[in-house]
C-alpha cells in the first residue's frame, strides 16, 4: 500500500508515493534540486527569548524522480516544513533536531492508489483531481470527490432523473440518487454515502475536514474502485509454465 501524501519525511528519505507514470513506489528525491528556507515570521521571532528550534517554521521545492530506467518521470513538489525534537540516548537525555517535511502540492498530481484497469476515463481523470487537491485545499478535495461520486454512479447506470407519468422528468439529487437504488449499488452503497458526507461537508463549507477525514476518505474510495471494477483473474503465465514442464509427459 501507498504511503499517505501527507506522510512527512526529511530530505534524504522519500515516502513510498506512486510515480504517477508508471504506478510504482519508485520515486527518489533528487538531492540537488531540494532547497528550504525558513519563513518570514521565523525570521523575524528567531531572535526573542522564548524562541525555540520548535518554532521554527520553512518553506521547501524539490523535484522527485522514477527511479525506474524504463520510465525516469520526474515530479515537482512544494511545500513546508518545521524542526522537531527528538530524544535520543539510552537514558533519553541526549536530544537529536530533524527537519520534517510536508508536501503540499504536487504535479503531475500522484496516484492515491493503483487504479483497476477497468476503471473508465471519467473516473480516472477525478481521483486525479481528489489527488491533485488533497494536500493543499481539504474542502475542494471534499468537493472533488462529491463530484467523482456522481461520475460513479453514472457508469454504474443508476439515473439522473426520475421518470413521472403524464410529468416531466425530475432531476434527483446526489442522495437520492444513492438511497434510491440499493439494488444498482449493492455493498458499495454505505460507502458511497459516507464519500457523499465529506463531500457535502466540503461544498457547504459546514464543517472542518481534517487530515484524518480525508485519509479515511481514501481508503473508503480505493475499496469502492476495486468492488466496482475489480481486476480480472489471470494466470496464464502460470499455466503457461505448467503445460511447457508436463504438457508432453503421459498421465
Given amino acids: 500500500m501507498a504511503d499517505s501524501l501527507f506522510k512527512a519525511f526529511t530530505k534524504h528519505s522519500c ?15 533528487v538531492l540537488q534540486t531540494f532547497h528550504s528556507e525558513i519563513t518570514r515570521q521565523t525570521r523575524m521571532e528567531r531572535n526573542e527569548s522564548w524562541f525555540d528550534s520548535d518554532n521554527v517554521r520553512m518553506v521547501f521545492s524539490c523535484l522527485l524522480k522514477c527511479s525506474r530506467p524504463s520510465c525516469l518521470e520526474t515530479v515537482a513538489v512544494s511545500g513546508e516544513g518545521r524542526t522537531e525534537r527528538f530524544v535520543t540516548g539510552i537514558d533519553g537525555e541526549d536530544e537529536d533536531m530533524i527537519d520534517l517535511f510536508s508536501a503540499r502540492a504536487f504535479f503531475p498530481p500522484l496516484p492515491l492508489f493503483p487504479l483497476p484497469q477497468l476503471c473508465p476515463e471519467p473516473v480516472r481523470v477525478q481521483i486525479s483531481e481528489v489527488s491533485s487537491l488533497l494536500t493543499c485545499h481539504p474542502a475542494a478535495a471534499a468537493n472533488a470527490i ?27 439529487t446526489l442522495n437520492e440518487r444513492i438511497v434510491m437504488n440499493p439494488e444498482l449499488l449493492g455493498i458499495n452503497q454505505q460507502g458511497i454515502m459516507a464519500l457523499k458526507l465529506i463531500g457535502n461537508a466540503g461544498s457547504h463549507g459546514s464543517e472542518a475536514i481534517s487530515q484524518e477525514h480525508l485519509e479515511d476518505a481514501c481508503h473508503v474510495l480505493e475499496l469502492l474502485i476495486n468492488q466496482i471494477y475489480p481486476q480480472p483473474s489471470d494466470a496464464s503465465h502460470q499455466i503457461a509454465r505448467l503445460q511447457k514442464a508436463f504438457g ?3 498421465v
Avoid at 15 to 29: F, N, Q, T
Avoid at 148 to 172: F, I, Q, S, T, Y
Fill in 15 to 29: 515516502p513510498e508515493w506512486l510515480c504517477p507514470a508508471c504506478c510504482r513506489p519508485s520515486l527518489d528525491i
Fill in 248 to 250: 508432453k509427459k503421459s
Fill in 146 to 172: 462529491r463530484s467523482l461520486l456522481e461520475k460513479l454512479l453514472d457508469d454504474m447506470h443508476v439515473p439522473r432523473e426520475e421518470r413521472r407519468k403524464g410529468k416531466k422528468a425530475r432531476a434527483l
